[in-house]
């Protein structure tokens, strides 16, 4: 098994081989993805379409002198498998050492650290100007699927590459006919009128661009990319190499239902089940259904989601029954949220769906078109805080921290089930405030309770006690009820417990009581600390006779942690926080 | 004067006139710009292009019930003048009346608030969704300049205009063939070609995302205007007009310099000359100076702009100089801060060139391009803080708190000539950290001083007192400067003073040592407090012995403000300070 990848130490290695082991070395590719896949999941449609491509690309370039910059690189296992890092995927034991995206630390063949959409042309178009002002000659590669495509830096770097640089830059356009959903917009109309005139049509949304243009149609052949690749290498202008691809390409399960296996979980590779299938009540499911209610009810109710609909449980068949009560605006974050802005504006109820880490990519319209204009938009985070996504380039940690210094923008932390249904409801019925539900995460909490957003900023007081005074935001309101039994256990007295709900400011008439007959108050984030909810309360009572100890991730970019090592590092323990308590109300 | 002008009350008047009349109309309207702008500028070039445009818009459409949505709407002054508020331009003293841009404060003809480019087709598919389930009928228009179609979100409006909304939205792509200075990117070859061939080009970036299309060359002429528009006024699809227009039609000064004429302060009409000519030295002929010297000394520097080069003094002239070391992506943040992140990968020294009011637009690329790739990129943002831009949709005041929860992201906040340069010098040379800085504004300080900023986060000491420690953060360490003298003068101590040029972080042993003795610090920050310099403060010594007070705007919006009135408002003026701290410290 891996014959012929075990002689692949290399890129060099690669143009030693004839064309019957490149077939040979792609087969085994697949072999090696299947061994890590089927038993650690990850990226699967992305990386089995692409490994043709891949093995020509270095067939044909000499990387790490001429630059391979992947967008999302959610598709580079095999370009990670060339360029020394096999292991990663056929060796179980080093699985871990790869972190399933680009990543210079691992390697002299990655340039950047990749996670988020349609940045790959604006990346190169960098790396060939600095290229050219060193007077330096090599080739400048971007790969980027169709999906990406339609997110608007994407479009930017299209546009710069077609006339601001006048020199080497190959753009790949990877066509698989597939975002992780279908793909959504015009330009797929140019795309398909390309595939389907071997890229004769006068339609052609490169050469509109100002670009040189290429076609290819076996995508998945590799002597066909090689023969093009060849005829661009040394190329004195930008051009779009546009590749026809099959998405999953080698697994039957995977080209029947691409949506379903964009990203898969550890499965069976002879049944294509997975082993892990979550099924009872869930955050995602109690989402869903709230969606599909809301649309049954108000007719002018509509999702929009710029990235992963699965993420609240929206798969093909849930969207048809939303009908026209959803709208995929294709990866486009922006578009999203200044487009429900438009419809709040004209009497509409939006909810856009998205999750923190991709929600970042659109302050500018959450804060203009949404905030300053003051449209009740509802925008739901998923993923948000430390629990769910934990690769660098999708932490969930800024989810509050991004936004909350954005005026008019309500930032609600529901920590239960009923909180998050009635955040949802409130949000979308008024029509005062633009709002963002951060999404819990984990096991659904059931904790009945009854509560009026209309009081902005007002706290719910759960419990009245002594001395300390326990703030728990959003999902770690759980801690902090937590913490309160053991703080009674340790030190004699039961803790005043808070539930905030809101993150985007402070219930003053509550504190000011507070700073009167407590001695601390303990606030417990689950994100960074910088911009949290912490910190406005540390402000506000920066001259009153409390102290206040803030509890939140310190702010710096954390990669494949596990949670209990990081709560550990910033003191969020029990026992930690009781000690510090302890000193303080000697 | 105004005998048309002064017949309008309402847009139902502009379709009882005759051909002759709309033309006096449209003569009226210039002469009721030349009134505003000659007095109190404004935005010249966008609206001088577009006056027959409006005016054929308000004779075929029926606003408000049809929607039209301005992009940035700086061009939106003959609207303002047809839809009710022509005072707001021939009454001198109704002039602060009227806000520059749409504002649905002022009437029901504005939807939006808008400021920033490239988002009207966005929130103009949204306002059409919202028709479409409420099955309603009328007619929504979009109204965006060609300038802004190199931004990622009007392109991402076009895809989904293209294929996602299957009713009546009509974008009008108003063509002047200008951005604020010339346009840049491959997509104006195609809309040249199609100026060329009167619409007939195949190259057609509008079909390429799939929208109809029509052409009206003469953009300039009301009654082809009108043909045009009442062509497409019940189209049941989205279409795009593509109008060519003359960027300051109807003054010569400003078809001959339309770059210098995009925006003007005050003039003479005969002339042509501004009444205020800066002079002197400033921070812009400052920065601008060391842009020309960096670009001599360094190969591989280039300074990338994505907005308005004439904020930092690069003039046509000095871009030409410039040369290779300079690049303008057109209208498109994103674009130019991950270029800015493959050069600085690549080995070159980008400096990014923005404001604070449009970098927020690149959050994202700001936290991953850039941030979690650790590039040694420098983004330098003019008219940060309260003095500069003051309308609600362009504010300064954001600068620091957009950015100061991303991890590796150095901010600095020179406070004065020395620090500016020392800064710009320090940033532009090392290979560590990725460098936000944020300019001063107003008067230039001259302070001696050197800095060490590779010691990240480290304070300067200025000044060692006793009691109080005042913190004055960037543009504001002059007031605190000025707060010591009047501290010593009213309470008979010298208080320390610190310029702490960091805003992304603090000097921990320097806190911890005036935890130790000092009652109160005081800090003072030129924009919002969410997220500063001195929440962190507060929130660091949350359980220490000491009190800490933070000046700096609450979270709201403001518009159109005088800067007394702000620090007064939240009791940022040396009498208030010193009463509050002298409570504190008896």
């Given at each position: 098994m891996y014959d012929i990848l075990n002689r692949i130490n290399s890129p060099a290695d690669v143009k030693e081989l004839n064309a019957v082991e490149l077939e040979g070395l792609a087969s085994d590719v697949r072999d090696a993805l299947f061994n890590r896949l089927t038993k650690i999941?990850?990226?699967f449609g992305p990386n089995f379409g692409i490994v043709e491509a891949t093995i020509a690309l270095h067939y044909v370039f000499s990387s790490p002198v001429d630059k391979i910059i992947f967008d999302v690189s959610h598709q580079s296992y095999t370009h990670k498998m060339l360029t020394g890092r096999k292991n990663g995927y056929i060796v179980d034991e080093d699985f871990s050492k790869d972190s399933g995206y680009t990543n210079p630390d691992e390697s002299e063949h990655d340039l950047f650290n990749i996670g988020h959409t349609s940045t790959s042309i604006s990346l190169a178009t960098g790396v060939a100007k600095a290229r050219d002002l060193k007077r330096e000659k090599y080739s400048v590669i971007a790969l980027i699927g169709d999906g990406s495509l339609s997110g608007g830096e994407a479009l930017e770097g299209l546009n710069v590459a077609g006339a601001e640089l006048n020199s080497n830059l190959i753009i790949i356009v990877n066509d698989n006919q597939m975002s992780i959903a279908e793909t959504h917009g015009g330009i797929y109309k140019s795309l398909k009128a390309l595939r389907e005139s071997n890229g004769e049509s006068s339609n052609n949304i490169f050469k509109a661009f100002g670009l040189d243009y290429m076609y290819v149609?076996?995508?998945?052949n590799i002597q066909k990319l090689i023969e093009a690749f060849k005829k661009v290498k040394d190329i004195d202008h930008p051009i779009v190499v546009h590749i026809n691809t099959i998405k999953g390409n080698g697994y039957k399960f995977a080209t029947e239902n691409k949506e379903a296996w964009h990203y898969t979980s550890p499965f069976n590779k002879e049944t294509g089940e997975r082993y892990y299938v979550p099924n009872g009540e869930s955050y995602v499911s109690i989402v869903k259904d709230f969606i599909l209610n809301k649309a049954k009810k108000d007719p002018s109710f509509v999702a929009l989601c710029p990235d992963v609909p699965g993420n609240f449980g929206l798969n093909k068949q849930v969207r048809e029954e939303l009908g026209e009560h959803y709208l995929d605006v294709g990866i486009a974050e922006e578009q999203a949220v200044a487009m429900a802005s438009g419809v709040a504006k004209n009497g509409g109820t939006p909810l856009v769906l998205s999750s923190a880490t991709f929600m970042q990519r659109t302050y500018d319209q959450v804060s203009h078109d949404v905030g300053i204009n003051n449209s009740p938009v509802t925008i739901l985070l998923s993923y948000s805080g430390m629990n769910d996504l934990r690769d660098i380039s999708h932490l969930g940690i800024f989810a509050v921290s991004t936004f909350n210094d954005i005026p008019n923008i309500v930032i609600l932390c529901p920590s239960s089930k009923d909180e998050l249904l009635q955040a949802l409801e409130w949000s979308t019925t008024q029509k005062e405030h633009p709002v963002i539900i951060v999404m819990p995460s984990g096991k659904v909490v059931y904790r009945e309770s009854k509560y009026?957003?209309?009081?902005?900023n007002k706290f719910e007081l759960v419990k009245k006690g002594e001395k300390v005074a326990l703030i728990g935001l959003g999902d770690f309101f759980t801690k902090a009820q937590f913490l309160a039994v053991e703080m009674k256990d340790k030190l004699g007295f039961e803790p005043t417990l808070i539930n905030p709900s809101f993150a985007s400011g402070v219930d003053k008439d509550l504190l000011d009581k507070l700073a009167l007959n407590h001695k601390v108050i303990v606030t417990l984030e689950n994100g960074v600390k910088d911009n949290g909810l912490g910190e406005k309360i540390a402000s506000y009572l920066g001259d009153k006779d409390i102290k206040v100890l803030n509890y939140g991730l310190e702010k710096k970019f954390i990669d494949r942690y596990e949670v209990e090592d990081l709560l550990e590092e910033i003191g969020l323990t029990s026992d930690k926080i009781i000690k510090r308590v302890s000193n303080l109300i000697k």
């Open positions: 999941g990850g990226h149609n076996e995508g998945n009026d957003f209309n009081s902005i």
